[in-house]
């Protein structure tokens, strides 16, 4: 296949190494690494016709040798249904965590990726008002106001999101239609404010999204108990 090319002997090798640990008799098939320009710290693996095709983020392209054990070791067992090794697995989480690694994969996510924006004015409800609005009431008008936009599509799973990479909260299309009451759109954006508020800690392979702190905030919304039924009628 054009564009795959084999990167040095040594990764090669440490595939190979975690290849006969989980399949110590099956013959040694031929691997095609390659590192590529992912917007995130994204891998794949594929087999086609005995070869593995191996791709990597670049930015997993200076991680220690012990990493790409790891990252080996995962994928393959994930392409052969074999059991994952925990401290391999607690490895490549704790690499991916850090703060240096989440650092920089949030810095490529916004050299790399797009964000699709609608913008804040819907139909029925101006994102902008109701943020203005949350923000003199709950957080002294204190919190900088980010990208805010309706989704493209009516999702109903994801309801809302904030992205701290492009610096965006989203809220579903589905809510932005006159029978919502504003309660409704005022919850989920005040959910979204508190990320700003309440950004993730990292502790090892640990991420609090939703902190203790995060929680008592979201609790004192004065519609949480209505806004959460009517989540849930959805």
């Not at 590529?36 to 086609?48: G, Q």
């Not at 701290?164 to 005022?186: C, K, M, Q, W």
Request: hydrophobic residues 40%.
């Amino acid at each position: 296949m054009l564009g795959w090319l084999l990167v040095n002997s040594t990764l090669i090798a440490v595939f190979e190494q975690e290849y006969r640990a989980l399949r110590p008799r099956a013959p040694m098939p031929e691997f095609a690494i390659r590192f590529r320009k992912f917007v995130s710290i994204n891998t794949s693996i594929r087999l086609r016709e005995g070869k593995l095709y191996v791709s990597l983020s670049d930015l997993l392209e200076g991680a220690p040798e012990g990493i790409h054990h790891a990252i080996a070791h995962i994928l393959l067992a994930k392409l052969y249904r074999k059991p994952q090794d925990k401290s391999l697995v607690q490895r490549y989480k704790c690499f991916t965590n850090s703060e240096a690694v989440v650092r920089q994969s949030e810095l490529v996510r916004q050299a790399r990726g797009r964000k699709k924006i609608s913008g804040p004015e819907g139909h029925t409800f101006d994102l902008n008002q109701v943020f203005d609005s949350l923000n003199r009431r709950f957080f002294y008008g204190l919190l900088g106001r980010p990208q805010l936009t309706w989704s493209e599509s009516v999702a109903r799973r994801a309801l809302g999101h904030f992205d701290p990479a492009h610096n965006t909260i989203v809220i579903s299309r589905v809510f932005d239609r006159p029978g919502t009451p504003l309660y409704a759109v005022e919850y989920l954006l005040y959910h979204e404010m508190l990320h700003l508020k309440h950004p993730v800690k990292r502790n090892g392979t640990r991420r609090s999204v939703h902190s203790r702190e995060f929680q008592d905030d979201e609790r004192r919304f004065p519609y949480w108990t209505e806004a959460m039924a009517y989540l849930k009628r959805l």
